[in-house]
């Protein structure tokens, strides 16, 4: 695999999730003293209160949208999108709406509207007058967003459950170097329902307390909801060219081993993180911080601590940022992209996002190492590694740096 000769600026960022809304509010959360996000909330399942990770607060009136938009996904996408909102205008007005794309990741998409629909035609007999089947629709996201901008340029949704929006950063890179476009809006966005908490219980993997990945104690997810859209070209911000990040190197794989059960080994995994690197042109010891898929639950955990060991052995410093922000499902990978992002700008200590867990290492597992709460390198970190690994064994690692190419 050839190194890049395309660079892929991530120039912009917008976020809402459980830490917060907006990069400044997530950045305070994430480096915080104490774990905050993920809370206790009640009536998502009957008789039930669990941990999840859900945005607070008032999100964005949809009467606007036409009604096959109208959905809480969407919600929270038009909440990321007003914070760059700015910024992808001027971007139309530079390269034109035929040139700007929009690539998105979710697995949900407007589901939560059909539970709802369907519950209330149980009670009723009818569907409410505000659903449309079509809310539903994996392609809504990014089809809202394209008729929402007037945008011309390719736009769709790729859905590959956990791993989804991560491996939509790296089809909006793909765009970007083929030449078809000259700027993506990309990320993703899934939103919290009775549905998918009920359909991750019925697997035995969801943990009521907040998740404890890595630990011997472990008991499995949080699910949680969340948008995070960038702006990606081909050239650095020139507004903040101090704080360029850009998407440096992606890798991408597939078990084929089980429909839900990652591959033991980590293989997979392994590919991944090795094809990011050598797209990127770095060894295994360029990477200063690896943000890990850690999920909490049994085999997810295991593989993924195999396969780091094997490429990184026991130094790199690493975290799950899962107990905070839940698990986002199809937005899981743009939001820790996210939280990459935020990790390489405007972090002149080089703070790390910390590891919390009850400190119990499973003795079945290698050996990694654990961020501690306020922990730093000293200095400004200038490689991050994210990884995605989803049912399937759709495996995706994204890799970030600080300055240009």
């Known amino acids: ?9 991530l120039n912009q960022l917008g976020l809402v999730c459980a830490l917060g809304r907006g990069p400044a509010e997530v950045r305070a959360a994430l ?3 104490a774990p905050s996000g993920v809370a206790e909330r009640d009536g998502v399942l009957p008789g039930r209160t669990l941990h999840l990770g859900a945005v607070r607060g008032e999100l964005p009136d949809l009467a606007g949208l036409p009604l096959r938009h109208r959905s809480r996904n969407n919600a929270l996408l038009l909440a990321a ?5 700015p910024a992808v205008d001027a971007a139309l007005a530079r390269y034109g709406a035929q040139r700007v794309a929009v690539i998105l990741g979710s697995s949900t998409s407007g589901i939560g509207e059909s539970e709802a629909a369907f519950k209330a035609r149980s009670a009723s007999g009818a569907f409410p007058p505000g659903f449309d089947v079509r809310q539903q629709e994996m392609g809504s996201p990014a089809l809202m967003l394209a008729e929402l901008l007037g945008l011309g340029g390719p736009a769709y949704v790729i859905s590959t459950a956990c791993s989804s929006s991560a491996k939509a950063l790296a089809s909006a890179a793909r765009l970007l170097a083929s030449g078809v476009c000259d700027a993506v809006i990309t990320g993703g966005a899934d939103s919290l329902c009775g549905f998918t908490v009920a359909g991750f219980d019925a697997l035995e993997s969801v943990d009521a307390q907040r998740c404890n990945p890595f630990s011997a104690n472990r008991q499995g997810i949080n699910i949680g909801e969340a948008a995070a859209l960038f702006l990606m070209t081909r050239e650095p911000d020139a507004a903040a060219p101090q704080e360029t990040v850009r998407l440096a190197g992606w890798g991408e794989s597939s078990d084929a081993h089980h429909i839900s059960a990652p591959l033991a080994s980590g293989e997979g995994a392994l590919s991944a993180m090795q094809q990011a690197l050598e797209r990127a042109g770095l060894p295994p010891e360029a990477i200063d911080y690896l943000n890990l898929h850690g999920t909490a639950t049994r085999q997810n955990d295991a593989m993924e601590s195999r396969a780091v060991h094997q490429l990184f052995g026991a130094e790199l410093a690493c975290s799950s940022t899962k107990p905070l922000t839940g698990h986002t499902l199809g937005a899981a990978g743009a939001l820790e992209a996210a939280i990459a992002w ?6 002149p200590q080089g703070l790390l996002p910390p590891h919390w867990w009850d400190g119990c290492a499973d003795p079945e597992l290698p050996a990694l190492n654990w961020v501690r709460p306020g922990q730093a390198l000293g200095r400004p970190l200038r490689a991050v590694l994210s990884n995605s690994f989803a049912f399937g064994g759709s495996n995706a690692a994204l890799l970030l740096c600080a300055g240009a190419a």
């Open 1 to 9: 695999m050839s190194q890049n000769k395309t660079a892929f600026y």
């Open 31 to 33: 480096f915080g003293p």
């Open 81 to 85: 999108l007003a914070q760059i909102r």
């Open 342 to 347: 935020l990790s390489l700008r405007d972090n």
